[in-house]
């Protein structure tokens, strides 16, 4: 365990300036947050005044399998008795989770009032008018989002206004076997050498485990190979570059990790909850994973790798080491019956609290800056003291902030799936993404 210094804050600092031009390269169309921010007037905020009343609220979110959100409801109920909150618990697939909140904002159902996003999500869905503006609340309650990661504020803001405040982000980690991994690959060459040559040792069946399904994760796992070896998707200026010898090359790597000896054959099955369970249950060698990965490896009752989990940044191809930012923010339906409610659960989720409740009990990522200095948080996860877990937050690659990137993600599942199976080669996949991502953007 680091020691509690200032030194942590500082260097995330720093990180956040990268990730701030990580993104102002990466998004096409986005509008920098302005100092002032407008006045949020809806007719749902303006109706909305507190009061004494036994007011009930629902907050949708994926499944939890930790204590965080009961902890975390119970903290907020003692504040609020006159508020209960209500769990409503999506599939922890995140593109089924998109289309199922789409059906109920989209029908303009006040069943959810406040929902977690993924880091993705709130330009589609502010565009959609699915959403009411935070600006008001934030000014009122004089909110300090200047205290955030940056790259997750930015990420709930659109077209001049705050739609959503981060609770956790993260990045991808290189998970591996300390008991059988004598030096943390560098590179991809390197960890697909490694992966073939350990697989099967100690009680091992897989060298190398990730996200391979057709789904979010794919296109996740896509982005960070593209950038590894020097490509992008979308570049500063908006125009579609996917179709490049970068590209290509990170195309290819993925391709061969898919067909290597050293994964599970039906790889394309995996999502997070696969991959995890490999890992924790002894399986595999090497995983690529979210932070969350890492208390459950270290939990005695669920893990059979406790004590030899070992974490590292993403391995490098010819350009770089990078890794997906990843995350999830709140926000509040635009067609909630209870939306001071709403806001007074969602400011406490996002407070130092409320941030701190998740990051101990559940080991998810702060996004409130000072908690990376926090004694208790520090003890929670080593992850949060660890120079390699900042390391990875500082060559974390923001997705493209865009009403489109629902329909530019599920393209990319489709094209990349079909590479991994065989079906086209990975420069007719490239040539097809140029295609359609021009067709969605143009929209």
Known sequence: MLKKTAANTALLLSLIV????CGSSTSGNKTEPSKE???????AAESSSPTNEKVKIVFSQGADQTEGTKKLIAAFQAKHPNIEVEVREFPNDSSQMHDQLVTILGGKSAEVDVVNLDVVWPAEFAQAG????????????????????KGGIDAGYFNGQQWALPRYNNAGLLYYRKDLVKEVPKTWDDLLKQAEQLKGQGGTKYGFVTQAKQYEGLAVSFTELVAAYGGSIIDGKGNVVVNSPEALKGLKKLVQISKSSAVPSNLNTFTEKETLNAFIEGSAVFARHWPALYAQANDPKVSKVVGNVGIAPLPAGDARSAAALGGWLAAINKYSKHPKEAWEFLKFAVSAEG???????STQTPTYLPLFDDADVQKASPLFASRDFVNSLGSAIPRTITPQYAKISSVIQVEVSKAIAGEQTPEQTLSNLESQIKQAVSK
């Open 355 to 361: 941030e701190k409740i998740i990051a101990v009990n």
């Open 18 to 21: 990268a990730l701030s031009a």
């Open 130 to 149: 699915f959403l009411l503006p935070l600006d008001r609340f934030i000014q009122e309650d004089k909110v300090e989002t200047s205290q955030y990661l």
């Open 37 to 43: 921010q407008p006045k949020a007037s809806t007719k």
